[in-house]
């Protein structure tokens, strides 16, 4: 099983096209992709719902105070807690 951590604030654009050319070289694998996002403001939280996929673990953070690397360690157990 392959995971995949992602944190997003205010990035609609970038998440978007992270995830047009991403998918298709996840076709075939066991994954799922989680993404933090840390209370965006600009539609990512409802693009990311938009994709409609099941592989996919959102996260909705209420806040964008945390440094990256507590964001990604606040991911990291949240991903092993959803294994």
């Known amino acids: 099983m392959l995971h995949i951590l992602t944190l997003n604030w205010n990035a ?6 992270l995830y047009k050319s991403l998918l298709p070289n996840l076709e075939g694998l066991d994954y799922t992709w989680h993404i933090k996002d840390n ?12 994709w409609n996929n099941s592989k996919i673990n959102l996260i909705e953070y209420g806040h964008n105070r945390d440094s990256y690397a507590v ?3 606040r991911l990291f157990k949240e991903s ?4």
């Open 12 to 17: 609609k654009d970038k998440i978007s096209d």
């Open 39 to 50: 209370a965006s403001k600009d539609g990512s939280i409802d693009e990311i719902k938009n």
């Open 71 to 73: 964001g990604m360690n």
């Open 80 to 83: 092993n807690a959803n294994a």
